[in-house]
Each structure stands twice: as C-alpha cells, then as structure tokens.
C-alpha cells in the first residue's frame, strides 16, 4: 500500500500548493462556523450586533404659503449673448484716457485678462477679460485715506455724469432702453479711537445699472454696470459686465418648469446645503431673466431665503433655472459666506457661532 508521502510525490508541485490552500481554508472553517454560531466551545466570543445608526439631523425649512408669484406670465424667450472685441491696443488707450497723467507702470496679461498697475500708485489698477469683454478700473484712492471730506454731488447728478462717462468712453449700451439704474449708494468711513467711533465720512458715491429685457429684470453675475463718482464729479471707479443681446428664440411652455416643481427642486437643493438644525425660510418663487456671465440669459426662478445669524436674520437670493432642459448652469447660487460663517442652529447639536477674530465683514 502507498503511503501519504507516496501518493503527495504524484502532484505536481502547483497542485500541492493549491491542495496545501484548500487544506488550511477547509481547517479554519469549523472555527468560522463556530464563531457565527456563537459557540462558546470553541473560545470564540459571538459577533456583536451594531446598532443602527441614527437618522442626520435636517434642516428645518419652511415655505411661505403665498403662493406662486402672481406676474408670472406665459411668455419667456432664451437670448444668446454676443462674443466682445477685445484688444490690447483698445484697452491701452482706455488706460490712458482715465489716468490723471502718463502711465508710469506696465500691461501685461495674466490668465486671458489684461492688467494695467500702476507702479507709483498702487491703488490704481485696471483689468478686462479678454474672454468675456468684462472691464474695470479703480483710480487713485489717496485722495479718499483717512479724515478727508470729498465733496460729492447728490444722488441724481451722480447719475447724469454716471451716463455722461459712459458715453463719453464709448461704454453705454447699444440697446440704450434695456440700462437702467437701480441702486444709488455710496462708500462711507468711519474711524473708532479709544473705543469711541468718531464722525461718518462719505467718500463715493457709487450708482448701480442694471437690465431690463421685455421690462423683465435681469439677475445674476452678468449685465451690471457699477460707476463710482468722487471728489467733484470726477470718475474714479468703473465695473461694467455687460455684453449685447444677440439671436433670441421664444420658448414653448413644454420648455418651462412650473413654480411648484421649481419650488421642490430649490427644497432638496436646500435640504443639502444648510447645516442641521437649522431653521429656514423661502418666500414664493419669483421669475425674472438671469445672466450667469456666460454666453446665455435665461429665466429662473428666484428664492428669498432667511437664515438666523449672529447679527439678527440674513436674508439672500439663490435660483434655480426655469428652463428643463437650460443651456447653462443658474446655481442654485452659494449661500453667502457671511451667512454661513454666523449661522445659528437650534437644537441638541447646536454650535456656537465663531469669535469676531474669525468674522471678514
């Protein structure tokens, strides 16, 4: 009769690990059973069961039972924006033409935008994007430091040479019915010395424009101009984000989202967005035109929402598009970083806002 060792010479030598495997698989698996079974024979302590986890903490979030905004109307069009001619020459002489004196630094171009900074002023900057045609500059603020009182002109002469300026540097809009202001503010300063504020300086006068399409408002990033109006008149401050309207085609109510699917997708947007526990509220969806900077303006549905800080209530717009099928993104926007680093939970799991070391206002 062979033995063991006789009939184990037979293998191959790939065969005999693969045996050695099944044999050292097939011992430990008693061992294994035992352990499921929670035999305590065996010396092996039963599997502990995990609890299950608890359900996250949501936030709380309620909508205003005003219903759907009442101009919703039935007719919204999709407008492609035209591409801007930018080129290093024009933009050298808009240089020049808002500089007291000759330039005393150099252009250059940093990441498809081109950039003007002056060397002996380093308050003076000028940029434009090479892309998007977006322009601005910022005069000497020297005049502007500490103690000084700028005489401003009021709020309706500001914006008269607001529009003078614009036309004069060839700047107004082609489609002069669509710009129209909405805002008129300023930069104001105020010094504390030994714990005590001293008195409230103006220093700018800044008006806002904004765009109306079909006397529609348009929101977003994109068609502003901003004008800051200093000492005496003089232009010191311009932000322009600002492109022609070009082909238009109306869209089909297939095409458009109705306010409350609108008003459920900003829901779960939400349901992610804030922290939990905190406590939330969306006012009524309302349509207007929006112009995220690229190439489209679109309609979307706007939300007002209302969040507890440490200051009191913030208040903020956010959007989704109106569009199922838009052709660019419309956020839903961030929530201000402000809002979001003086959030207050309620609750269990309530976290104390930051210290002022850590407040950017």
């Known amino acids: 009769m062979k033995t063991i060792y006789d009939a184990w010479q037979h293998f191959r030598p790939r065969h005999r690990a693969t045996l050695l495997t099944m044999g050292v698989t097939l011992t430990c698996l008693p061992v294994a ?22 359900a996250p903490a949501k936030p709380n979030i309620t909508f205003d039972s005003a219903g759907p905004d009442t101009r919703i109307r039935a007719s919204w069009s999709l407008y492609r924006l035209e591409i801007p001619q930018v080129s290093r020459e024009a933009f050298g002489e808009f240089v020049k033409r808002n500089l007291p004196g ?3 630094g150099e252009m250059s171009e940093l990441s498809q935008r081109l950039v003007y900074a002056d060397s002996k002023d380093r308050s003076v900057f000028f940029m434009q994007d090479q892309l998007t045609g977006n322009l601005m500059f910022q005069g000497s603020m020297i005049p502007y430091f500490g103690n000084t009182r700028p005489i401003l002109p009021g709020p309706d002469d500001a914006r008269k040479l607001a529009l003078e300026y614009l036309r004069t540097q060839e700047l107004f809009p082609v489609k002069e019915t669509q710009l129209k202001m909405v805002h008129s503010g300023g930069l104001r300063y105020n010094q504390v010395r030994e714990g005590k504020p001293g008195p409230i300086l103006n220093k700018l006068r800044i008006i806002h424009f904004g765009r109306l399409l079909g006397g529609v408002r348009v929101l977003g990033p994109g068609s502003k101009i901003t004008v800051s109006v200093g000492d005496g008149g003089a232009v010191v401050g311009l932000q322009r984000k600002w492109r022609e309207v070009g082909a238009s085609s109306v869209l089909a109510s297939t095409e458009l989202k109705s306010p409350e699917g609108a008003q459920r997708e900003f829901g779960e947007f939400l349901q992610s967005e804030l922290g939990p526990n905190v406590q939330a509220r969306v006012g009524p969806p309302q349509i207007f035109y929006h112009d995220g900077d690229g190439q489209y303006i679109q ?12 200051d009191g209530l913030v ?4 959007a989704v598009p109106a569009m199922k099928q ?4 419309v956020g839903p926007g961030q929530i ?24 950017q206002d």
């Not at 003086?342 to 806002?353: E, F, H, K, R, W």
Request: charged letters at 15%; proline letters at 20%; aromatic letters at 8%.
């Open 299 to 310: 309609p979307a549905y706007y939300f007002k929402v209302t969040i507890p800080s440490v």
């Open 315 to 318: 208040s903020y717009l956010s």
């Open 326 to 329: 838009p052709p660019e993104r």
């Open 102 to 104: 000759e330039p005393t």
């Open 33 to 54: 059973w035992v352990a499921l079974a929670g035999g305590e024979s065996a010396g092996v302590a039963p599997a502990a069961v995990a609890a299950p986890a608890p």
């Open 336 to 359: 201000p970083s402000g809002a979001i680093r003086n959030l207050v939970t309620v609750g269990p799991d309530t976290i104390p806002p930051p210290g002022p070391d850590a407040r």
